[in-house]
């Protein structure tokens, strides 16, 4: 079992910046950053493969978050810049054994962080 702790989170105006952070207690393969605002669904933002060298963004943050992860601390990161109000939403850290899959579907994952909340005002 893998645990996963996200920290990082907090309140940003538009146009700012805030890292999030996910501290595993074991090595894992494919990581991932989803997110879930309220009344909506949990969506994929980025996951990142087992080596660090392939990544996957969704459309609505492509060339502003930045996903990476350092496994000599076993840690995922995602930088997010030019932030806007509906990036608003609990943010959730997910690992799998294995590598990753480009659709990022939930059912992908295995272990999940209890989430950190991003807020953005305009």
């Known amino acids: 079992q893998v645990q996963l702790v996200e920290s990082g989170g907090g309140s940003a105006q538009a146009g700012g910046s805030l890292r999030l952070s996910c501290a595993a207690s074991?090595?894992?393969?494919?990581m991932g950053w989803f997110r879930q605002a309220p009344g909506q669904e949990r969506e994929g933002v980025a996951i990142?493969?087992?080596?660090?060298?392939?990544?996957y963004y969704a459309d609505s943050v492509k060339g502003r978050f930045t996903i990476s992860r350092d496994n000599t601390k076993n840690t995922l990161y995602l930088q997010m810049n030019s932030l806007k109000p509906q990036d608003t939403a609990m943010y959730y850290c997910?690992?799998?054994?294995?590598?990753?899959?480009?659709?990022?579907?939930?059912?992908?994952?295995?272990?999940w962080g209890q989430g950190t909340q991003v807020t953005v005002s305009s």
């Open positions: 990142i493969s087992p080596a660090g060298g392939v990544t």
């Open positions: 074991s090595a894992t393969g494919c």
């Open positions: 997910a690992a799998v054994g294995g590598g990753c899959y480009a659709a990022m579907r939930e059912s992908d994952f295995d272990y």
